[in-house]
């Protein structure tokens, strides 16, 4: 198992001007870890969404990488995405399943057939062009940089370590529901200057 800490190390160091989708846990993570917070799209009052909002901007912006940090349980939620996604083959976007084999900052309620599915299985089934699978924090370090320089649509699953807590938050508030937007309103103007 992976720690979270280990695993944003490993994508910040790979991400050079990526612009990052996270999903729940993984977006208290990255925050601490992201050098290009300007670059960065949290969607944890969408739940689900990552996918399909990174999707939507590898489309719009196909010379820049778009590295979604999916959950699990989020992935489920929206697991058509997948094949929306490669119906279009995006060459720009990688996408990081956190397997935490849990629903953690609800109070880590199981997921459904944990520890039993089989993600990059999924992935190459609905088209994707490659699919990895981590357990391990030295392979994840070694072969990313290799995997980072193909062309996607490419799944890599990671199997992380649970932190469970409920003070992560999707916490309905007029603030935090502006975050998304405001991050969306950075990203634009960046990839517009660029
Ligand atoms: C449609 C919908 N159903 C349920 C929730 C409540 N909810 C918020 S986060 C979450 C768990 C997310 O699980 P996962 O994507 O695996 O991320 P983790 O919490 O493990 O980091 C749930 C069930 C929600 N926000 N939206």
Known sequence: MIEYEDIAAALQRERGDAVVVTAMTQ????KEASDRPELDIPTNNSMG?????GFGIA????DRKVIVQDGDGSLIMNL???????GKSPKNFYHVVFDNGVYAITGGQP?????AID?????????YKAAYSFEDTE???????RIMSEDGPILIR????????????????WESNAVMPAQMRSVKAELAAS
């Open 49 to 53: 969404k990552a996918s399909s909002v």
């Open 80 to 86: 058509g995405s997948l094949i929306t996604v490669a």
């Open 27 to 30: 977006t208290k993570f990255w």
């Open 139 to 145: 392979e994840l370090a070694t072969e990313l940089p």
């Open 111 to 115: 997921i459904a057939n944990s520890g």
């Open 119 to 127: 993600w990059p299985a999924i992935a190459l089934g609905s088209g």
């Open 59 to 62: 489309l719009g912006a196909p």
């Open 158 to 173: 990671v199997q992380v370590k649970p932190v469970i807590t409920t003070n992560l938050g999707v916490i309905q508030t």
